[in-house]
């Protein structure tokens, strides 16, 4: 266990950054000065909960943000803070809806059946004006622009210091890249335990957004920022192991398709929730209005969208929700740049595990190409059209509701339907262009 006080003066830490992640993945923290951080570690730091998006009232205690050392990052572009993720509670009890603690719980329960799940994810990001409404290269108009070259070199002052940022780390970070949109990037680093994957996704997200606003950019992790332009996509790559992490319990002949793809009965079970859950998590890997002008979108201009709209599994074939690229592993393509980190980790777990205590069969493999041929694919269900119908599946789910916790699913709900409503009441210049002269 990291000594916080210790840290502090063996790094020229003035202050730390005590941080949670609320329902909506927006990230909240005090700064808390060295001299004082032993006591928050023992107490944790007070917040009104009800000022951020969870589901409490002004009437609430103090939510207290108890610091977990072992997570703790001195900021690379400022060295005198570090930042350390907690975990919330509250009268000591931990507070059931708070998304690290519903991951928490999820790695518990993996535990429970002798796994342990391990996940990379590909964040990728778009580097805008500061105002936000263009992106920041007037230069990088190609039909085509993934991985080129010219367009990322252009911003290698921004990608290379946050890649350093990650070598520095120890996160291992492997390969950087211009993605398939104008002005959007992919930074890539290793796999590793769930929590820990989401411990560093939440952290990332927050660097990069820091070192942009250092260079003049605005970052912005939005599923469709641009529209025409493919959106912002946050696919995880899953494998479970033992409790030693050694050996992959994913890796296997299961026979028939799922043997096929390397996979083992377990793998498939894990794959089968996954697949039957897909309707219902969409409403955490997918969790805003705009998240459904990605997967539901039209062609885009570099003539695809790379999103999902059906669920389907396949081999290595990157138009399905679920690819299977190689033994012992598989990508889940479904989310996007807004996922919270810490439940998209939880609902992977949360469906995966029940696919193996049901033992739910994953269907029938497609390997055809679902942008070119998917309209022949007429039994497989589509995933949501908007938010509000993916919350609906999410409540009709009362299997995966109860692997993810009722107080959590209850109030995860309820702030979603309030973000729905609150949608529906803006008035939009569509309605007017529209409706005006009717």
């Known amino acids: 266990m990291t000594d916080l006080t210790a840290f502090a003066k063996a790094n020229g830490v003035k202050y730390f950054m005590i941080s949670y992640t609320d329902l909506f993945g927006g990230q909240r923290a005090k700064l808390v000065p ?13 917040f009104a909960g009800f000022a951020t998006w969870l589901d409490m009232t002004p009437a609430h205690p103090d939510m207290l943000a108890v610091p977990d050392p072992t997570t703790v990052i001195q900021l690379p572009w400022k060295p005198e803070v570090a930042w350390v993720a907690a975990n919330c509670v509250m009268e000591g009890q931990d507070v059931a809806q708070a998304p690290r603690n519903v991951l928490r719980g999820l790695v518990a329960e993996a535990a429970k059946e002798g796994l342990r799940v391990k996940t990379g994810i590909e964040a990728e990001f778009f580097l805008l004006t500061p105002e936000g409404d263009v992106i920041s290269d007037p230069f990088d108009t190609a039909e085509k622009p993934c991985y080129d070259q010219q367009a990322v070199m252009r911003r290698y002052d921004v990608i290379s210091e946050i890649c350093d940022y990650m070598l520095d780390l120890g996160w291992g970070p492997y390969q950087n890249d211009h993605e398939d949109a104008n002005g959007q990037f992919e930074m890539n680093w290793e796999f590793d335990d769930a929590l820990v994957t989401a411990d560093r996704h939440s952290f990332f997200k927050f660097m990069v957004k ?16 641009i529209e025409g332009l493919t959106g ?84 290595n074939n990157r138009t399905h929700m679920v690819r299977v690229p190689g033994p012992g592993r598989f990508e889940l393509r479904l989310p996007d740049g807004a996922a919270n980190p810490y439940l998209l980790q939880a609902v992977i777990i949360a469906a995966g595990l029940s696919g193996i205590r049901s033992k739910a069969d994953p269907g029938q493999r497609h390997d055809i190409d679902m942008y070119a041929e998917g309209h022949k694919i007429t039994d497989a ?4 059209l908007n938010l509000l119908d993916a919350i609906r599946a999410f409540e009709a789910d009362d299997e995966l509701q109860a ?18 409503n609150s949608f529906v009441s803006h008035f939009s210049r569509w309605e007017k262009d529209n409706t005006l002269d009717i």
Request: hydrophobic fraction near 40%.
């Open 210 to 225: 820091s070192v942009a606003e250092k260079h003049g950019f605005r970052a912005t992790f939005m599923p469709k920022p």
């Open 381 to 384: 269900p589509k995933l949501p």
């Open 232 to 315: 912002n996509g946050c696919h995880a790559h899953i494998s479970v192991w033992d409790l030693e992490g050694k050996e992959n319990a994913f890796a296997g002949d299961a026979g028939g398709q799922i043997g096929e793809v390397g996979l083992s009965e377990r793998g498939g079970y894990f794959l089968g929730g996954i697949m039957k859950h897909a309707e219902a998590l969409a409403a955490l890997t997918n969790p805003t209005v705009n998240s459904y002008k990605r997967i539901n979108a039209p062609r885009t201009m570099s003539g695809a969208t790379w999103a999902p709209n059906t669920v389907t599994w396949t081999g």
């Open 403 to 420: 692997m993810l916790g009722t107080d959590f699913s209850a109030s995860y709900a309820k702030m979603k339907h309030q973000e729905w």
């Open 34 to 46: 060295a001299a004082a951080i032993a006591d928050m570690t023992e107490d944790g730091a007070g």
